[in-house]
């Protein structure tokens, strides 16, 4: 699991609830059935008006990515691609042959298939950056749907809460079911705009940063491929995929 996702949303409610609680309210009064109703479900429903149908498919297949921590490590495809570039500078590209069956990644597989194939790398270039490119505007309309849904969110709230004061001054002549109708009515407001800045709109920001170190991963793989089929020299070639590495990362070179 991603820790930055469960403890944040974790503790952005601890600490609201703690801030209630400090004023003498109950944080379980706000949790209201009604407002979830009227605002999480017509949230999504309404982001899908103007989202693709593939991109709203995604944006819930996308789900694992954003819960769970990052299966792309930099570092280990350096190495991988470094192990390949030496067995072929060392027995040619034909070697690859069977490494190449083996592979985890489907990316860094096509391309190394069309080298050991034989294909010019101008041809090899074009067609995995096509791929980038689709695999960058798909999860960026992925995130998207999220993001969009998460600036809905509030307005939806604003309605939910209108709605519920239409109901409640209907009751003017009982003041405690009107008082009681009021407090529910605003709880439609905190739902929506603690769906939209806690839950929805982060999840899209969070899919778009990810979505970010996935397509990274294939820029890189892609300068690994040429390099193999230049012919680079290993020690060379791994130098220039170290430079993909953040700041923060720290850049260790396997032949030291």
Not at 3 to 27: Q, R, Y
Not at 42 to 55: C, F, K, R, Y
Not at 206 to 216: D, E, G, Q, T, Y
Not at 229 to 236: A, I, M
Request: charged content about 20%.
């Amino acid at each position: 699991m991603d820790l930055t996702v469960i403890l944040g949303i974790l503790g952005a409610i601890t600490t609201i609830s703690i801030g209630d609680l400090m004023e003498g309210g109950n944080p379980v009064h706000v949790v209201h059935i009604t407002s979830l109703i009227i605002i999480m479900p017509t949230t999504l429903l309404a982001s899908m008006v103007s989202t693709d149908g593939e991109h709203i498919k995604g944006a819930f297949k996308s789900l694992g990515i954003i819960f769970k921590k990052s299966t792309v490590n930099l570092e280990e495809r350096i190495h991988q691609i470094i192990e390949l570039s030496t067995m072929a500078r060392r027995d040619g590209l034909l070697s690859l042959e069977a490494k190449v069956a083996q592979l985890d990644n489907e990316f860094l597989k096509q391309g190394l298939s069309m080298a050991v194939d034989g294909n010019e790398i101008e041809t090899i270039e074009e067609t995995l950056e096509l791929v980038i490119e689709e695999t960058e505007h798909y999860y960026h309309g992925c995130a998207h749907y999220w993001i969009l849904a998460g600036e809905t969110s509030p307005v939806l709230g604003l309605v939910g809460a209108v709605l519920g004061l239409i109901l409640a001054l209907q009751k003017l002549d009982n003041p405690k079911e009107m008082a009681e109708g009021i407090a529910g009515a605003f709880t439609a407001t905190v739902t929506g705009i603690f769906s939209a800045y806690v839950l929805i709109g982060p999840m899209g920001n969070k899919l778009k940063a990810k979505s970010h170190h996935i397509v990274k991963e294939q820029k890189l793989m892609l300068a690994g491929i040429i390099g193999i089929v230049h012919g680079d020299n290993p020690r060379t070639l791994e130098a220039k995929l170290l430079n993909y590495l953040s700041p923060a990362e720290e850049k260790h070179s396997q032949f030291n």
